[in-house]
């Protein structure tokens, strides 16, 4: 191994813990909810809500059509696909009994940086 390849290895590395140290230090100061991602029993919530919704009579934020179908629970799924279409808030409890408020839209973001996959 080359010793220009050693030195953007070591690099890399150093930009990985660089990332990890920051995501701790947010996770401490309170700046990011834990876990930085959405929950699957958080998904199945909200697709549930909104599809039970939808069932109601409730307009889509999209185009059943352009999705092939007029099933509430792919409708659903699809709204929280497009980027957080849905206005809704997920309330978590932590363990020392605070409850966190964060908007549908800013986890889909924060899953995004962590590249979990709806």
Avoid: C, W
Wanted: hydrophobic share 40%.
């Amino acid at each position: 191994m080359s010793s220009s390849n050693q030195a953007s290895n070591s690099i890399l590395k150093e930009d990985a813990l660089a990332g990890i140290l920051n995501t701790i230090n947010d996770l401490v100061k309170g700046k990011l909810t834990y876990p930085p991602r959405i929950t699957k029993y958080e998904l199945a919530r909200i697709v549930a809500a909104r599809a039970k919704q939808l069932a109601m009579g409730a307009q889509p934020l999209i185009n059943p059509q352009e999705l092939g179908t007029y099933d509430p629970i792919d409708i659903a799924m699809e709204e929280v696909r497009r980027g957080g279409l849905l206005p809704f808030i997920i309330v978590r409890t932590l363990p020392n009994g605070k409850h966190v408020r964060i908007r549908l839209k800013d986890l889909l973001n924060l899953s995004k940086e962590f590249d979990v996959k709806i």
